[in-house]
Structure formats: C-alpha cells, structure tokens
C-alpha cells in the first residue's frame, strides 16, 4: 500500500499542511495512521477524500458543510462542478484520482471533457502539464507507485501520438524542417511528443528520433537529411558536469545548426549556452520563435 506524507497530501491537493492537521482534529476529516515511530501517514482513500475535499472547498463550499456530507454525496457534488465549468484545478485533481484507481475510462472521460472545452493544445498547456509536474515531485520522492505513472504516462502519450497524427496540414514553401530527439538514457518523451504537435500543427517537416538517442545516430542522420533545426528536450539523464559537455559537443558537431534545447535541467544561469544554441522557456515562447522563422 502506499504510504503518503502530509507533505504529499499538501502538494497533490494544493491544501496547507496545517489546514490538513485542523480539519482532523475540528471535524475528523481523515484519520491518518501512524507508524512504530509515531510518523503520520495517508492511504490512498485518504488520499481521494482530500482531492475531492479540495475541488468543493475551491469552489466556496464551506468546510464545516462538507464534513456532514457523506463520501457519495461529496463524489457527486465534483462530478456537478467538473461537468458545468472548465475548472483546470478539478480536471487535475480527478486526473490523479484516475491515476491511483487504475481507472482509464475516468481517465479517457476527464481528458475528453477537457479538449471538448479548451481544445488539445490548451488540454495540454493547463491541465496535463501542471498535472504532471505534480506527479513529478512525488515520484521523485518515492511517494508514487511506479505502476501507477506508467499507467497514467502511456495514455498521455497515445493521445499525443493520435493529435500528432491528426494533423494534415500540409508543409508550404518557407517551412522548417526539424530533428526531435532525446539524449541517451532520457526517457522523458511527453514534452518531445508535444513540440513535435506544435510544429506540425504550425506546417513544419519533423524528423522524430525519439527517446535515448546514441549522439552518432544524432550525426548520421544530420549527415543523411539535411534539416534545418535540431530540437531536444533535457530532463534528468545527464549529470550537472555532464551536460555542460554534451551541450557543447551539439553545439561544434552542427555549428551551422540553430539548436533548440528546452527542459528541467537547462533551466537557470549555471549553463552559459553557445552562440548556436537557444533555450526555450515553455511552449508559448516556441510558438513566437516559430513566427520569427
């Protein structure tokens, strides 16, 4: 069973640590259990009582209310406020309700629900991203089952793949040409999968290596397909001494490349980029940058 910290429980339902502790002891929200050593911790009932708890409270339901509803009533109250707005806080809590249950078709339903209302591109920006960078610190701190980000992982990206497929704009005259890969050992591809929408929604050629790429395949076929502009995306792969060196080798192995990189670990001053590389900060600065192409 997995165990959650109150940390957790902060950071995945956006509700304090201390509002967390008040709502126990005033009205026996949840009762954590605790272990030989007298630590709290939250299962994931605790868990999904609390997303719920969070979208009502959100939404100007008073706690005090919301502790004499029972669980059913507290479950149709959301799917009454998921279903009548397009509220990214909600979309995102039912999505990690989705994740922990192993429930596809609530999963297929919430996602659904939202493209209908914000469209894919947006689908993505303000629910799925902010969604993963949740699921992201809690893996990181060994608080999230593997099984259950790969369940959630691989739907995300068989719905990438079918808008990318969907997209039958065909390239004009002054489009781009473009080589999306990932560096060995990064296996981080949803960001990928999503520029390489981007750019072909917007009529461009994309060449797509995909994850964990040897860097003399990168060469080979730099070598064969002569494309205009490199594109990868850094995640947790490459150690801090260790892509200072991989930047600078892209950068004198295509020295007449533009090279986009873009990603956690480039994030920040501490890597001085060379004078052909360019840091992308989120998809929203790509797009300009597509327009001054």
């Given at each position: ?165 969907g997209q039958s704009k065909p390239p004009s005259d002054n489009s781009k040409s473009f080589l999306l890969f990932l560096p060995e050992q990064e ?107």
């Amino acid at each position: 069973m997995i165990r959650y910290s109150i940390n957790d429980l902060e950071k995945l339902t956006g509700i304090k640590a201390h509002t967390i502790r008040m709502w126990e002891k005033r009205y026996n929200i949840i009762s954590p259990e605790r272990t030989q050593t007298n630590i709290r911790y939250y299962n994931n009932d605790d868990l999904k009582k609390l997303l719920n708890i969070s979208a009502l409270n959100k939404h100007g339901h008073k706690i005090s209310k919301i502790a004499r509803m029972n669980e059913e009533a507290i479950r149709e109250k959301v799917m009454d406020i998921s279903g009548s707005n397009g509220d990214h806080d909600v979309m995102i809590s039912n999505l990690i309700l989705s994740m922990i249950s192993f429930r596809e078709d609530s999963f297929e339903h919430i996602l659904n629900s939202a493209i209908l209302k914000l469209g894919f591109e947006q689908t993505v920006i303000k629910v799925l991203y902010p969604f993963l960078e949740k699921i992201g610190v809690l893996w990181q701190t060994g608080s999230i089952n593997p099984a259950q980000e790969h369940f959630i992982v691989n739907l995300i990206r068989q719905k990438l793949i079918i808008a990318i497929d969907g997209q039958s704009k065909p390239p004009s005259d002054n489009s781009k040409s473009f080589l999306l890969f990932l560096p060995e050992q990064e296996f981080h591809e949803l960001g990928l999968l999503f520029y390489n929408f981007l750019l072909k929604k917007n009529g461009h050629k994309v060449v797509y290596l995909g994850q964990s790429v040897p860097f003399r395949d990168v060469e080979e076929v730099v070598r064969v397909r002569n494309v205009d502009y490199l594109f990868t995306y850094f995640v947790a792969a490459l150690s801090k001494l260790e892509l200072p060196e991989y930047i600078q080798k892209m950068s004198e192995s295509f020295p007449d490349k533009k090279i986009f990189v873009t990603g956690l670990q480039v994030q920040g001053d501490y890597i001085k980029l060379p004078k052909n590389i360019r840091f992308v900060k989120n998809t929203e600065s790509f797009k300009d940058l597509l327009n001054e192409l």
